[in-house]
């Protein structure tokens, strides 16, 4: 006797939910993984084209998800650890790896997903290994993950014999073509391919469907993945928009070149596809498995073949947004740690592109156009965590004495430079829309004119380029009082952006306080590498 109709719904809605909690964790837990060090260890694991298709079908089959490794791929080719063209190869090999799910759906594994669960499960219950916890917790979100896969399969089984799903198989017996469509509809509303293809082999086990409309199914999953993800797209800029969209492309080429060799072969009884998987010998469900390996394979096929002219291509149609041209580093990449003697020159010409950006907020401001603003600070925070991070990962390396005070300075310097990044920005952004205001205006182009000198001191640090920026930002603070009590803000009602204005002069102060520091430093720093 089948189960209740509700409780085989609610065993697909359990099914569903570990299938999702356990794909969000692997994605969450994967973010936290990738830092600094893992970066560049992902880094050095791509070097070759070989190599960088073995890590991308490890990922693939780790997280199910090309979504989640172009997540961490789009990071990585943003901060300049990995050029687009090979980050294309770990992406387009990671779709294989997503072929593993559909192999789990067709094998009977349950204890081994118990054993995962239960192992990384008591790892993280009492603490162990805490150095290993995100990899062990990515461990425990991969075994929900095919728990809930297997809770799905056992809601589906009876399914499968029922009345309903007749009349269903019947109608693609009489139009199999159809059964693209239906994968790509599937695809496009469940949002992972190789869920899709898994639920489609647990309905199949027995072959109600048909052999032919099952893998029609799997084919349309491309082109399902390819508008899905196109559409989702349409929200991204620059460097993540060109990698999801060249996912789609390849996705969308790979299901009508599949499809197409299942419909010529039917048609005209060639023998090219099913005749391929009918001759390993293996049951139903594994050959619905192979289809959908091969559908993937041809994705990475397609990948590869469009390399020659992606990077240059896809840079062409997308290019990358300003806010992602200062977020990442130019001067200092993955192995530039490899020559300590020269880092700290190269940290040097990236701190200087975060001073240039504070000219930037100042003119948003004189313009009174607050567009740019919160994406310029964003990225500017971004590039200077990647300076700070640079800058640890320099301290813990075995570098001479004189070396390691230099970088600690110039972990001060940057910590120097954060602060600024914040006050100059928070300066903008209350001048917004005043600059017709007499003090308004003077306090703009006073700044300006001050963050010029430091600019032209950090990109020629002589004596005398110094020497005036440490004149200029010497303490002005009774003049500052004076300019107050001169336009009234010490009055109550005295102009209508009396509070604005009065807080634009306290920033004002801090930042020439913060600039002072900055030539300070950088007068130190000139003593420093002349003795």
Known sequence: MHPPMLELLALYLAGLAFFFSGMSGVSDNLRQMSGQRFRQILGRLTHRPVMAGLVGATLGAITQSASVVAFILSGMVSTGLLPISRALIVLACANIGTALLVFVAASDLHVSILFLIGITGLILA???????????????????????????????????SSTQFAHVAGFFARWPYAAFLLGALLRALIHSSSAVAAI???????????EFPAMMVIAGLGLGSALATSTLAGNLRGVPRQIAMYQAMTNGAASLFVGTLLVIERLFHVPLLMAAVHASGASIAHRMACTYLVLNVSVAAAAFAGLGWAPKGLAKLWPPTPEQDLSSPIYIQHNSLNSPETALDLVALEQMRTVSVLGRYIDAARRGDPSQLKPLHAAAAQLGRHISEFLDALLKLPIATDLASRAIGFKRKESTLRALDDNVYLFA??????????????????????????????ETPGDLEIDILVNMTDDRSGMMEELRNQHGLGRNGSTSHTSALHYATTLFERNVWLLRQ??????????FAAA
Do not use: C, H, Y
């Open 429 to 458: 952004e209350t001048l917004m829309g005043l600059a017709n205001e007499p003090l308004a205006s003077l306090l703009i182009e006073s700044l300006d004119t001050i963050l010029f000198s430091a600019l032209a001191a950090l």
């Open 200 to 210: 489609v082999v647990t309905i199949n086990r027995g072959g109600q469907l048909g």
């Open 126 to 160: 009492f603490r162990l290994f805490k150095r290993w916890k995100p990899a062990v917790a990515s461990g425990m979100s991969v075994g929900l993950l095919f728990l809930g896969l297997e809770m799905m399969k056992q809601a589906f089984q009876p399914l499968a």
């Open 518 to 527: 900055l030539a300070l430093w950088m007068r130190e720093d000139a003593k």
